[in-house]
């Protein structure tokens, strides 16, 4: 298992830009995929971007492709979830996710893969 702890979500106005970041303790971080899911309120969890294990790999949910961009610092254990050009329907919480399974080829758009979750972060954008 691993700990997720996600930070950086806030009020934006459209337009505007966020960084999210998630900091991981408690396996070896380089060996896993990573992701960033979303929620918004009445909806279900959906993708938002994932990761591979060497950051060679990024991939991209149409929604938020060409404006969000992911990045992993693994001497900092740390993902990143750069957002910019923010707009009101990227409201929901933010969950950072790691892959259950080490080495995996290329990275997964399916929660059921990821094995462990942070507590979310909340971000709202107003109109």
């Known amino acids: 298992q691993v700990q997720l702890v996600e930070s950086g979500g806030g009020l934006v106005q459209a337009g505007g830009s966020l960084r999210l970041s998630c900091a991981a303790s408690?396996?070896?971080?380089?060996?896993?995929?990573m992701g960033w899911f979303r929620q918004a309120p009445g909806k279900e969890r959906e993708f938002v971007a994932t990761?591979?294990?060497?950051?060679?790999?990024?991939d991209y949910a149409d929604s938020v492709k060409g404006r969000f961009t992911i990045s992993r610092d693994n001497a900092k254990n740390t993902v990143y979830l750069q957002m910019n050009s923010l707009k009101p329907e990227d409201t929901a919480v933010y969950y950072c996710?790691?892959?259950?399974?080490?080495?995996?080829?290329?990275?997964?758009?399916?929660?059921?893969?990821?094995?462990?979750w942070g507590q979310g972060t909340q971000v709202t954008v107003s109109s």
């Open positions: 408690g396996r070896t971080f380089r060996n896993y995929a």
């Open positions: 996710a790691a892959d259950s399974t080490p080495y995996r080829l290329g990275s997964s758009r399916t929660d059921l893969d990821f094995g462990s």
């Open positions: 990761i591979s294990w060497t950051g060679s790999r990024t």
